[in-house]
Nanobody, 124 residues
Framework: QVQLVDSGGGLVQAGGSLRLSCAASGRTFSSFTMGWFRQAPGKEREFVAT????????YYADSVKGRFTISRDNAKNTVYLQMNGLKPEDTAVYYCAARGSYSISNIPASYDYWGQGTQVTVSS
């Protein structure tokens, strides 16, 4: 079992930055692939970024590529999402997720554990 706690959301003006954190506890964190997803009101949950378990390959949604960076600190059991150049369309609840596989994935259903979510609101 893995427990995930998201934090770091807030209200920011367009062009600003935020860093989200996801603290994990339970099973060996370094063996999991981690991902970030987001869900805006009235929309389906969508993929944002993912990082393989050993901190190797990463993969981003086209909408955030070049602006967002996923990173992880296995010693602290924490994964981060640095968000720069925020836009109003980035407004959503952001969730971190973990899957017990070495391969990265952009499919929400392939993830086994989820954080509670943290609200990000970008004003224009």
């Amino acid at each position: 079992q893995v427990q995930l706690v998201d934090s770091g959301g807030g209200l920011v003006q367009a062009g600003g930055s935020l860093r989200l954190s996801c603290a994990a506890s339970g099973r060996t964190f370094s063996s999991f692939t981690m991902g970030w997803f987001r869900q805006a009101p009235g929309k389906e949950r969508e993929f944002v970024a993912t990082s393989s378990w050993y901190g190797g390959p990463t993969y981003y949604a086209d909408s955030v590529k070049g602006r967002f960076t996923i990173s992880r600190d296995n010693a602290k059991n924490t994964v981060y999402l640095q968000m720069n150049g925020l836009k109003p369309e980035d407004t959503a609840v952001y969730y971190c997720a973990a899957r017990g596989s070495y391969s990265i994935s952009n499919i929400p259903a392939s993830y086994d554990y989820w954080g509670q979510g943290t609200q990000v609101t970008v004003s224009s």
